[in-house]
């Protein structure tokens, strides 16, 4: 005679109240809370701050006045915005496309193991990424100074007209910011194309070449594919720094001539600082962060698609 047993269902213990898992485990949380500490005082508190600061008047002292969306009404009615977001997304057009195509090309030549020196090459192009932009900005001003400048000394022995780099012609002082801006990031750019080339398998150039691929079909099948990721990467966060610039047309131009040069963040510094306007300043600063959000939305939607 079979017996039958008899089955009980698994005994689920109910989850423990948050405050004694806290207890538990509060020599964790104590180690990590500086980190949220420091968050909560120098990051979140501003933030939220900030955001109802966009919403009131306030000159610097007193209590603040609530104004509704007038900040945000003013800001985009302001003529200036409009000539300092084309500014901006010009300067974006220029350096984005030629920034990540300089840092490919100088990365597969470093890359290169037949190179002699190469170490010193790497260490002299990322170089610039770690000096400080004021100094680098000092040294172009030396360089492009409409009046004294070394460009402008060269170009008259050599008989030709001196050109208005930095208070002049605004297409040349356009070319300088765009000049300063490479010059000071292209290091940071070759050494991530330089980690992405070195994670490709070798196994894969020498099957090329077991095939009969040629360095250009290589490069066009094989290298730039493989590279997908990391140019993925800098489109989106160079989207993000080149909408936030500053340190480049501030230490040139100023944002001059005529406001050729001036782009969001300087038009943003001029409201606020200058001209003691904190809450337009903020209404702008969080109009430009949902700009940045919704272009690198998009850029992440159709850079996805493009890496299959």
């Known amino acids: 005679m079979r017996s039958i047993s008899a089955t009980h269902p698994p005994i689920v213990k109910p989850p423990k109240p948050l405050w004694r898992q806290i207890l538990e485990h509060w020599m964790d949380y104590l180690f990590i809370s500086p980190f949220y500490i420091t968050f909560l005082i120098f990051g979140l508190y501003p933030l939220l701050w900030a955001f109802r600061l966009s919403f009131s008047y306030w000159r610097g002292f007193g209590p603040m006045e609530y104004v509704g969306l007038g900040n945000y009404r003013a800001i985009l009615r302001d003529p200036y915005i409009i000539r300092a977001l084309v500014n901006t997304l010009e300067f974006a057009y220029i350096l984005l496309p030629t920034g990540i195509f300089i840092a490919i090309v100088f990365a597969v030549i470093l890359n290169n193991k037949e190179l002699k020196g190469r170490g010193i090459f790497r260490t002299l192009y990322f170089l610039p990424y770690v000096t400080s932009s004021v100094i680098v900005g000092i040294v172009f001003i030396q360089l492009f100074d409409d009046q004294l400048g070394w460009v402008n000394a060269a170009l008259k022995s050599m008989g030709l007209s001196p050109v208005g780099w930095l208070r002049k012609s605004p297409w040349a002082a356009k070319s300088v910011v765009i000049l300063l801006t490479h010059w000071g990031g292209i290091g940071y750019n070759i050494l991530l194309f330089l980690g992405g080339l070195q994670g490709i398998e ?48 501030f230490i040139l131009t100023r944002g001059g001539p005529r406001g050729a040069t001036e782009t969001l963040m300087l038009r943003l510094y001029q409201i606020g600082i200058v001209d003691s306007r904190f809450g337009d300043a903020s209404a702008l600063g969080f109009l430009v962060g949902l700009l940045v959000i919704g272009i690198s939305a998009i850029q992440i939607r159709f850079q996805r698609h493009w890496m299959g």
Request: glycine share 4%; charged share 15%.
């Open 202 to 249: 070798p196994e894969i150039y020498d099957a090329a070449k077991i095939d009969g691929a040629s360095e250009w079909q290589t490069f066009w099948r094989i290298t730039l594919p493989l590279l997908r990721p990391v140019i993925f990467f800098l489109t989106v966060v160079a989207t993000i720094g080149l909408m936030n610039m500053f340190n480049q047309p």
